[in-house]
């Protein structure tokens, strides 16, 4: 139990669903990142979110939409995704103060679009 | 941009081998991370090193910043040790968690 709770584990949509990807902490942290993880290819950084302001956003498609309502708490909607957007998808917190950037994970998401 | 390599990116191994994972980088960091990803998908720290040797049960992880180089040893290998192993570096200009630079992993496997 690392502190960064993900749901749902697994998700299968088609290219012209709508979903939503959850990520909750309660570990006090003031940033929130999503992460893609494919097959082969190392972890790619998403989003951030650093005290719910959005501080970058590393040039990902606008089908994937992010939200951050509060600090303990992110959101990755997905909308007319395609087949290569299939990927394990990644929540992560941190303390910013801390610049050794250690990163807490959550178990991730595994998404199949079809 | 700091390019992270890992090496061997598999391998497998017998239970009770001496296993040694690699990784350099191409920039200098103020510091190296070393996770642990199963294959549920999580990953957690196994190891945060900016100088020097540390040590966690059969867990050994050393850094030479001279030689941006960095290791991560396990000893008496078990099965349960079965993972994929990513090294992740912190670069000066980066600083905080949005400057990781992560390797493409070494996945581990440890046969009974």
């Known amino acids: 139990e690392t502190g960064v709770t993900q749901t749902p584990r697994h998700l299968v949509m088609g290219m012209t669903n709508k979903k939503s990807l959850k990520c909750e902490q309660h570990?006090?942290?003031?940033?929130m990142y999503w992460y893609k993880q494919s097959a082969k290819k190392p972890l790619e950084l998403m989003f951030v979110?650093?005290?719910?302001?959005?501080?970058e956003n590393n040039s990902v498609p606008s089908r994937f939409s992010p939200e951050c309502p509060n600090s303990s708490h992110l959101f990755l909607h997905l909308h007319t995704l395609q087949p290569e957007d299939s990927a394990l998808y990644l929540c992560a917190s941190s303390d910013i103060w801390t610049i050794t950037g250690e990163l807490f994970f959550g178990e991730g998401s595994r998404l199949t679009v079809l | 941009k700091n390019e992270v390599e890992q090496s061997p990116q598999n391998l497998t191994a017998q239970e009770g081998e001496f296993i040694t994972i690699n990784c350099s980088y191409s920039v200098g960091i103020s510091a190296l991370h070393w996770l642990q990803q199963h294959p549920g998908g999580g990953i957690v720290s196994l190891f945060m090193l900016s100088s020097g040797k540390k040590k966690h049960g059969r867990l050994i992880a050393t850094i030479n910043i001279q030689e941006k180089h960095s290791s991560l040893h396990i000893t008496a290998s078990h099965p349960r040790d079965s993972a994929v192993y990513i090294c992740a570096v912190v670069s000066y200009s980066g600083g905080g968690a949005d400057g990781l630079t992560f390797g493409k992993g070494t996945h581990l496997i440890i046969q009974p």
């Open positions: 570990l006090g942290h003031n940033a």
């Open positions: 979110y650093n005290f719910k302001e959005q501080t």
